[in-house]
């Protein structure tokens, strides 16, 4: 994956997507006290998706993030959050069990990955139990619902997102 330059990941291997992929998102607003520049990144994944390749996907999203980013915000007030949104017709469940537990990244720097299926409108992500997720994951979770809603009707269904089983419409 090249998220540097807007390419998705791909190799021979993979499917395509039956929809148009939308642009990155990249957004900023206040929550609970803390300046948050995030950003969707939809890209394409197919079976070889591993969890070294989605954390080598990290830094160049985290730069896209800062290069975009409006104003000086010093650490401890500015909290970065990067959604890479990987979308296939299927996923692994050793690469579904990473994206629940996957590590943190850094201070300050949050990689949400979610794992989106085209096909059956199911999405997986990480519901974290730490003190700090509780502050962010209503926003978390809103931008990721409100993201994958627009990614299902594009894929030509009507509602019944799921995100980890759980209706999210």
Request: aromatic content about 12%; some cysteine.
């Amino acid at each position: 994956m090249d998220a540097e330059n807007g390419n998705a990941y791909s190799n021979n291997n993979h499917r395509r997507v039956p929809f148009k992929i939308p642009d990155d998102s990249i957004f900023q607003q206040w929550v609970a006290g803390s300046k948050v520049i995030a950003g969707i990144f939809p890209l394409l994944s197919d079976s070889s998706l591993s969890p070294d390749i989605m954390l080598g996907n990290v830094p160049s999203l985290f730069s896209k993030l800062k290069r975009n980013k409006k104003g000086f915000w010093p650490r401890g007030i500015c909290e970065y959050i990067a959604i890479p949104v990987y979308l296939s017709d299927e996923f692994n469940s050793s690469i579904i069990d990473f994206v629940h537990h996957r590590p943190n990244y850094k201070w300050a720097l949050r990689h949400e990955p979610v794992l989106y299926n085209y096909r059956t409108n199911k999405a997986e992500m990480h519901i974290g139990s730490e003190p700090k997720d509780a502050v962010f994951r209503p926003f978390l979770f809103s931008v990721v619902v409100s993201t994958l809603s627009e990614y299902s009707k594009l894929a030509g269904f009507s509602g019944g997102l799921t995100i980890n089983g759980i209706s999210a419409v």
